[in-house]
DNA sequence: GCTACATAGTGAAGTCACTTCACGATATGC
DNA sequence: GCATATCGTGAAGTGACTTCACTATGTAGC
């Protein structure tokens, strides 16, 4: 009675595509340090503008929501990058308990680097590749995304 | 006279690839986070007990620099899995200013768990996958991981 | 053999992202 | 008008990191 476990090397390529899928993850994420790091930020910052720039001002509890983390923890986060000069919390318009958060111009101009960055990383990573491997690839990717959520209960 | 950034929408297909690779890079990392938490990890000490596992016992100064951080930071790591069992530190037999750290069996067993999860898991997001496309897909891979270390001059 | 210098591990202190819990201020349903 | 839910934040704690200083030990060079 053989089961996945008594595989003498395992699934081969599939492991090896997973492995190599750990591996651009840490790649990437190490990368994308370096990149916002470079303009003064922490991924987790960074993410906090991402959010305000593409959904515009919002409450600091429907930015716990986007981003998948505690409201506790945006209070931390807002802290610093109000204090850096990239957001503002404004008094909400009609619900005197919540603030609304909003990007500064300074704030706006700093996202738009990081798009910028972001872009040019897509080109050199994918300028050059024929567009039916690239769109192939791509869908590769989102098979992957697409078990993975469905491998996780805890699903996002 | 346009550059990169004066274009409308971006490099287009490139960026929508980029942003999937982003997107596995985090289902990834979120689930992998999961898997090795039902075992009573973080990711920093799976990669401790990871790294002993395929080199087999090491000085700590070598499993910082395996790694990639720094020696103190191992010493934490180290006394937490030696707090649970899951590794030994030992006398170095020639030095002894160093400690030879080693998985206990109880580690080798959660190792081995955690090897078998990642087999299950690349079963599950390529176990159907026919050969031809999953080598292709691999290639691509292969080729962001080796564009991405080459734009990194940090690289590791 | 002894001095000079490099190296192995760790204490102390600090940063950053995150959490839970408690609390005051406000909104809202009935 | 009052009970109750919700918004943000103080307090306290965890985990992964870092740098810096220090002790104990190895290793050259003379």
Chains 1, 2 share one sequence.
Do not use: C, Y
């Amino acid at each position: 009675m053989k089961s996945l476990h008594d595989m003498p090397e395992g699934p081969g390529i599939a492991r090896v595509s997973l492995d190599r899928l750990f591996e651009v993850a840490e790649v990437l994420g190490a990368m994308m340090q370096r990149g916002v790091a470079e303009r003064g930020l922490t991924t987790a910052r960074a993410g906090v503008l991402w959010a305000l720039f593409h959904d515009g001002p919002m409450t600091q509890r429907a930015l716990a929501g986007q981003l998948g983390v505690t409201p506790r923890n945006v209070t931390g986060l807002l802290d610093a990058l109000q204090a850096d000069g990239l957001v503002d919390r404004a008094a909400h318009p009609t619900d005197r308990r919540a603030t609304l958060v909003a990007l500064t111009s300074k704030g706006r101009n700093v996202t738009e680097a990081l798009r910028g960055g972001r872009d040019e990383l897509a080109a050199v990573l994918f300028g050059d590749m024929p567009p039916g491997r690239l769109d192939a690839f791509t869908a590769g990717l989102e098979t992957v995304i697409e078990r993975l959520r469905a491998a996780d209960p805890s699903g996002r």
